[in-house]
C-alpha cells in the first residue's frame, strides 16, 4: 500500500487516480498511525510553505516523514512536497521546514522576471509545460525520452546547497532544480499526475521501485 | 523554456459533447470524457469542459464528467460555464479539476475572483471573457465589450479595463474569447490577443477563429498568446494537434512534441 498524505493543502484525488492507473494501491492518510503497514509514502500538496508547515506538524506527520526518508523507505514529493523537505523559505518568511535537503526554497525573481523594452518578462508563477533534464538517473526517471516536458505550478523553487541533491534540472530564467532525489526518495517540483504519459512513466517508475523493496 | 500550449475545448451539454466530432468514428463521439481521452493521446497540453448546460442536474452531471476525466486523463483540466461561487470552484476542484473558469458570475461580482485566489490560489482562477469589437470606436483606437450569458448580453464593460481589474482581483489567466471571430475559422483577432496580452502579467489563452495551424502560430507570436484554444477541432481533420505543433514547431514556437 502507498499511502498519501492529507493534511488539507490541495486536491489529492488526481495523484491517487494516477497511482492507480499505473497499478499501485494508493490509500490517503491523515495521521500517522495509518501508515502502519504502507510501504511508501508520498507528499504532495499546493499552497503556502507556511500554512503547510503548520499543518504538517498538527497532523503529527512531520516525524513521520523524517524518520521515513532517515530508514531510506519509498518516498515521493510533489510540489510542496518538494519544498518542504528543504531547511526553509523564503515565502512570507524565512519559515523552517523539515530539514532533510540542506538549503532553501526562494522566489523567481530578477530583471528576467520584468518587463523590459516591449518584453512583458518571464512569468511567475510558472505554469505550464517546460522540458526537464535528468542530470543524475535515478529509478524513477527511467525510460525517459530526451527532451521530456512535465507540468508546473509553482513561484518559488529550491536550492540544495550540495549540488547531488539534484536529480532532474529545468529551465525558467533560472537552471533550477526541477527534483531531488537520494535512495528511495524522490521528490518533484513538476507534478507527475499531471504531466501525461511522461508522468505516469515515472509514477509506475515509483510504483515498481516500491514493489521490487518489498520483495514482490 | 516554458512551452506555448495548445488547448482543446468541448461544449458539453447535458453530459453529452455538443457540436459535431464527426471524425472521431470509431469512438463515442459524444462522450466528453472518450473524447477527452482522445486529445490527450493526440498531443493537446490541456482541456476546457464548457458546460453550456442552464441547469443545476446540469450541473451535477458536469461535475460527473469532470471526476471520470481526472481518473483518466493525467493532464491539466478547466470547467467553465455556470460557476457563481466559491463553493462552485470548490465543487470543481474536488472532482479533480485544476482550474475552474468564470465569466458572468465575475462581471456580476468581481469579488468572487478574489474570493477563490484567496481560497484555492490564483494559478486555478481563469477568468474568461466574452468580448465583441465596438462597432463605432476609432479604427485607431480599437475598443472591445464584455458580453455575458453566452454572450447574448452586452455589459458596456470594456475589456482591456476588466481585463486588467481581473488580473489586481486574483485572476491567474484569462480565457479571451471574440465572438466576432467565433466560427468563422478566419483566425483570431490578434489586435484584440495583442492588446490584452500586452496589457496583463498572466497568461492569455485566445480562442475564437481558428481554422488553420497558422492562425494557432499568429496567435503565439503576433498575438502574444500563451496558449491557443481550438473549439471545433473536427472542422480541421484527423492529426490536426500533431499538424499544429509541427508547424509551430518548425518556426521556433516552444512547444511540447506530441508524446513528451
Known amino acids: 500500500m502507498i499511502a498519501i498524505i492529507d493534511y488539507g493543502m490541495g486536491n489529492l484525488r488526481s495523484v491517487e487516480k494516477a497511482l492507480e492507473r499505473v497499478g499501485g494501491r494508493p490509500r490517503i492518510i491523515t495521521g500517522p498511525e495509518e501508515a502502519s503497514g504502507a510501504e511508501a509514502l508520498v507528499l504532495p500538496g499546493v499552497g503556502a510553505f507556511g500554512q503547510a508547515m503548520d499543518r504538517l506538524q498538527e497532523a503529527g506527520m512531520d516525524a513521520l516523514v523524517k524518520s521515513w526518508i532517515a530508514e531510506d523507505r519509498p518516498f515521493l514529493g510533489i510540489c510542496l512536497g518538494l519544498q518542504l523537505l528543504f531547511s526553509e523559505s523564503e515565502e512570507f518568511g524565512p519559515v523552517k521546514g523539515l530539514g532533510i535537503v540542506p538549503g532553501r526554497v526562494v522566489r523567481f525573481s530578477g530583471p528576467a522576471y520584468e518587463p523590459h523594452d516591449g518584453d512583458p518578462g518571464l512569468k511567475v508563477p510558472h505554469m505550464g509545460w517546460n522540458q526537464i533534464k535528468v542530470v543524475r538517473p535515478h529509478p524513477v526517471t527511467e525510460g525517459l525520452p530526451e527532451g521530456a516536458m512535465t507540468y508546473f505550478v509553482h513561484s518559488f523553487y529550491v536550492a540544495p546547497e550540495e549540488s547531488e541533491w539534484t536529480a532532474v534540472t529545468s529551465d525558467h530564467g533560472v537552471e533550477f532544480t526541477a527534483a531531488v532525489a537520494r535512495g528511495n526518495m524522490f521528490a518533484s517540483q513538476f507534478h507527475p499526475e499531471k504531466s501525461g504519459e511522461v508522468g505516469l512513466t515515472m509514477l509506475a517508475n515509483f510504483v515498481k521501485l516500491v514493489e521490487e523493496r518489498s520483495g514482490r | ?260
Open chain 2, 1 to 260: 523554456m516554458l512551452a506555448k500550449r495548445i488547448i482543446t475545448c468541448l461544449d458539453v451539454d447535458r453530459g453529452r459533447v455538443v457540436k459535431g466530432y464527426k471524425f472521431f468514428d470509431h469512438v463515442d463521439a459524444g462522450d466528453p470524457v472518450e473524447l477527452a481521452k482522445r486529445y490527450n493521446e493526440e498531443g493537446a497540453d490541456e482541456l476546457v469542459f464548457l458546460d453550456i448546460t442552464a441547469s443545476h442536474e446540469g450541473r451535477d452531471i458536469m461535475l460527473e464528467v469532470a471526476s471520470r476525466t481526472a481518473e483518466e486523463v493525467f493532464i491539466p483540466f478547466t470547467v467553465g460555464g455556470g460557476i457563481r461561487t466559491v463553493d462552485d470552484f470548490r465543487a470543481v476542484l474536488k472532482t479533480g479539476a485544476d482550474k475552474v473558469g468564470v465569466t458572468s458570475a465575475a462581471i456580476k461580482r468581481p469579488e468572487v475572483l478574489t474570493e477563490a485566489a484567496e481560497r484555492f490560489g490564483s494559478q486555478c482562477v481563469v477568468l474568461s471573457m466574452d468580448v465583441k469589437r465596438v462597432a463605432d470606436a476609432p479604427p485607431d483606437k480599437p475598443r472591445w465589450e464584455c458580453y455575458i450569458h453566452g454572450g447574448r448580453i452586452p455589459t458596456g464593460v470594456d475589456a482591456l479595463e476588466w481585463a486588467v481589474k481581473g488580473e489586481s482581483l486574483g485572476a491567474g489567466e484569462i480565457l479571451l474569447n471574440s465572438i466576432d471571430a467565433d466560427g468563422t475559422r478566419e483566425g483570431y483577432d490578434l489586435e484584440l490577443v495583442r492588446t490584452i496580452a500586452d496589457a496583463v502579467r498572466i497568461p492569455v489563452i485566445a480562442s475564437g477563429g481558428a481554422g488553420s495551424p497558422e492562425h494557432i502560430y499568429q496567435a503565439l507570436t503576433e498575438g502574444r498568446a500563451e496558449a491557443a484554444l481550438i473549439a471545433s477541432v473536427a472542422h480541421f481533420g484527423d492529426g490536426v494537434i500533431a499538424d499544429i505543433k509541427r508547424y509551430c514547431a518548425e518556426r521556433g514556437v516552444p512547444i511540447r512534441p506530441v508524446g513528451m
